[in-house]
């Protein structure tokens, strides 16, 4: 595709092209100061490079549709937007951004990712990212629709797998009651609202005080704390519903707001003093000061030579205050509460999604196989146990 190019001239950017008379044209996008990705973002927010004379579109360059792409996708959310940013910039672009989008060869790609030291979800993740950079072109009419003007659908294999090898650590009731009894107000406050009402630690920090029902046993979502930004609205329609607080925990929240400076129905509830209230405190550093700290002070989990291992001695790549979002889930599954209740607590779309956050805890396995044996063992004296020696069906 024809495409302009910059001039840098007397302290100024200049975006120039030809026309379809072939006259150059030129008009300054910003200072001289601005890099061409910059100049670029600029040059398609004011739709400059529709006025370069079209031509062929399989010549347009991958460069020129991701930053196209980038400017122009309507992304949901800002911190979706933040990502994508990141690996097309950072990762695809230096590597394709000069290759003609339509020639990029499948098994060369294929042999690029593969290379990369990454665990197969998140090289899987990638291709999406770049296969949805295809279809958004393809839709806009920039490049030739067809499965086969994508390279990214002819690159398939185990090595792109979604299927991670991450198992949340989800905790026995009691171990989340020795993880809370470390910690203080207000640590003790927000964990306690994860751990009891299954809220991301995202939603609980974008919280203000006004979101807190007490009088309805309610919280309302309304915001989220992201990437250290509040983003209206919650991660997906069913989030926004209001959830249900209990008593306990609206006790706990109400005796929180009678001590903070920052008490008024428009202050955050876990405000960050050192940035006067202005911002809510941060998830990752809450996580490092005080949760991970008071879950090896209560023994539920150890670290050693850099790995964290859990209660049965299992290796925890993660552990968060997410850990009680899944906690939650499981403790609901395992008192046989209605999968729809569950579902509707967790505020999953899917139900498939909360049966992802429900895990097998070994007291429930240890109480279902306890079943199993009372019905294989042949009654006997008080004082004996006899397992039978004969199977029925076969013979002896």
Request: aromatic share 8%.
């Amino acid at each position: 595709m024809a495409k302009g190019w910059f001039r840098r001239k007397k302290g100024k950017l200049l975006y120039c092209w030809y026309n379809a008379s072939g006259d150059e044209r030129s008009k300054v996008v910003g200072l001289a100061s601005l890099t061409d990705a910059e100049g670029w973002l600029k040059v398609s927010e004011v739709g400059l490079d529709k006025l370069v004379a079209k031509s062929d579109v399989t010549l347009l360059t991958f460069g020129e549709l991701a930053e196209k792409y980038l400017s122009q996708y309507p992304f949901n959310k800002q911190s979706t937007r933040e990502l994508c940013e990141q690996i097309v910039r950072n990762l695809l672009m230096p590597k394709w951004s000069e290759e003609i989008t339509v020639e990029i060869d499948p098994p060369k790609l294929k042999a690029w990712l593969v290379a990369l030291d990454v665990e197969s979800s998140t090289r899987g993740k990638y291709k999406s990212i770049m296969s949805g950079v295809y279809n958004w072109g393809q839709c806009e009419g920039l490049i030739p629709r067809g499965e086969q003007f994508n390279p990214c659908r002819y690159v398939k294999g185990r090595e792109f797998s979604q299927v991670t090898g991450y198992e949340a650590l989800a905790l026995e009731i009691e171990d989340t009651l020795k993880v809370l009894s470390e910690l203080r107000q207000p640590e003790y406050e927000l964990a306690l609202l994860v751990a009891t009402c299954g809220l991301r630690i995202s939603e609980a920090l974008g919280l203000k005080w006004q979101d807190i029902l007490f009088d309805k046993g309610r919280i309302a979502i309304r915001q989220t704390f992201v990437h250290l930004g509040i983003q209206d609205g919650a991660k997906t329609k069913l989030s926004r519903t209001r959830v249900e607080a209990p008593k306990l925990l609206l006790d706990a929240l109400s005796a929180w707001r009678q001590e903070t400076l920052y008490g008024d129905d428009d202050d955050f509830a876990f405000p960050s003093e050192k940035l006067g209230g202005k911002q809510p405190r941060s998830g990752s550093q809450l996580v490092e000061d005080y949760l991970r700290p008071a879950a090896i002070r209560a023994g539920v989990i150890r670290e050693k030579d850099g790995i964290t291992y859990g209660p049965d001695g299992e290796i925890v790549k993660r552990f968060g205050f997410h850990t009680f979002r899944h906690s939650l889930a499981t403790c609901l599954m395992d008192e046989q509460e209605n999968p729809a209740v569950v579902q509707a607590i967790m505020r999953h779309s899917k139900m498939d999604m909360t049966l992802y956050y429900s895990h097998s805890r070994r007291s429930a396995k240890r109480a279902a196989q306890e079943k199993v044996v009372q019905r294989l063992v042949v009654p006997a004296a008080a004082t004996e146990m006899r397992v039978p020696m004969r199977v029925p069906g076969t013979v002896q």
